[in-house]
């Protein structure tokens, strides 16, 4: 998980150590172009592929990044590197979307729209402007995508009632307040998750990826419900486990439930935000997370972070004693900040932060 400020930006490599293959799913905020930029080229120097580029959805802090990284790279680099570019946004929705002049978070190249760079950079004819829960993408080595999000109807809605950027939105149970940060984890267990009703988040594209014998979930801002219906598409009907999930909308209380959890048990799960912009995880979700670990008989959960929101945004009193020696001080949950080190899940899958 690359350090993308409030947003996604993840770095999926796979294959041996002779070769490798890639994925880029999302690209952060605008403020990680250079850096978008930097992985496309350091994979371009080793001789190696991007299998997808993937953008989940139209937010900025999942898109941004990744349409002014790629508007600064040679085309040679990009014409010899990427295979595809997921994305599910027509042209009609990338010009009137990211050509707005008054909008600061959307404009790349000074109002240049997306599709106009790829036809620039000669990668136009890439990109796959429909996908859709059932489909399953076949990539190098066979590795699968196997898609669950979003349906017909949340892309139709998309596609037809698409939210305005330049209009701030109301954000949907993203960080907790003070409030509930001084409730104890054990007294959150039994609280209601909302429903995410962001066109957007809806339409989010989330996708178990497979290779080998390792299976994780990205979810992207998924909804649970849609992600539901879409593992049914895959003929998923009973529980599938995986080694990880990359958590939903920055641990919103909107896009966690509990059938999603047990219909994909993991003791793993990833997520992705330093905490700004309200961002930091709802503690209902964290609770959801022990409350499923207990009933699944597990004995730990695992919270993969790329930074250290709990001491950074609550100044290390996310977190009340009475957390701390029921789940922290035992074990039950553990939460690691990931770095250029990396930290090993399993043989063959280990997670880094950079």
Not at 182 to 207: C, H, M, P, Y
Request: net charge neutral.
């Amino acid at each position: 998980m690359m350090k993308a400020y409030e947003g996604d930006f993840i770095w999926l490599s796979y294959g041996d150590m002779k070769k490798e293959h890639h994925l880029l799913i999302d690209g952060g905020v605008k403020e990680c172009r250079e850096r978008y930029a930097d992985v496309i080229r350091v994979i371009f120097a080793k001789g190696e592929s991007i299998e997808a580029i993937i953008l989940t959805h139209i937010d900025c802090d999942h898109i941004a990044g990744a349409c002014e990284g790629i508007a600064k790279v040679d085309a040679e680099v990009l014409q010899r590197t990427v295979k595809k570019i997921i994305f599910n946004a027509p042209e009609k929705i990338h010009n009137e979307i990211l050509v707005s002049k008054n909008s600061g978070e959307y404009g790349v190249k000074e109002g240049i729209g997306f599709w106009e760079i790829l036809k620039e950079k000669g990668i136009h004819n890439r990109i796959i402007e429909r996908t859709i829960a059932g489909e399953i993408i076949n990539l190098a080595n066979e590795a699968l995508l196997k898609v669950i999000s979003p349906g017909e109807k949340q892309l139709e809605k998309l596609l037809d009632k698409w939210e305005a950027y330049e209009k701030k939105y109301k954000p949907v149970g993203h960080a907790p307040d003070l409030k509930q940060v001084k409730q104890n984890l054990e007294d959150l267990t039994r609280v209601q998750t909302g429903t995410d009703s962001s066109v957007n988040n809806a339409s989010s594209i989330a996708f178990l990826f497979e290779y080998q014998d390792i299976k994780g979930a990205f979810l992207g801002d998924a909804k649970p419900s849609v992600c539901m219906e879409g593992l049914k598409k895959i003929a998923i009907k009973d529980a599938y486990p995986v080694d990880f999930i990359k958590l939903s909308h920055h641990g919103s209380i909107s896009n966690t439930n509990l059938k999603l959890l047990k219909k994909l048990p993991t003791v793993n799960y990833l997520l992705s935000t330093n905490g700004h912009e309200k961002k930091v995880p709802s503690k209902v979700v964290i609770a959801k997370l022990i409350r499923n670990c207990q009933e699944e008989n597990k004995p730990e959960i695992m919270l993969y972070c790329n930074y250290d929101w709990w001491e950074s945004q609550y100044h290390n009193k996310y977190f009340t004693q009475n957390d701390r020696q029921l789940y922290i001080d035992t074990g039950v949950l553990k939460i690691s900040l990931l770095d250029g080190e990396g930290t090993s899940v399993k043989d063959g899958l280990i997670l880094y932060g950079k």
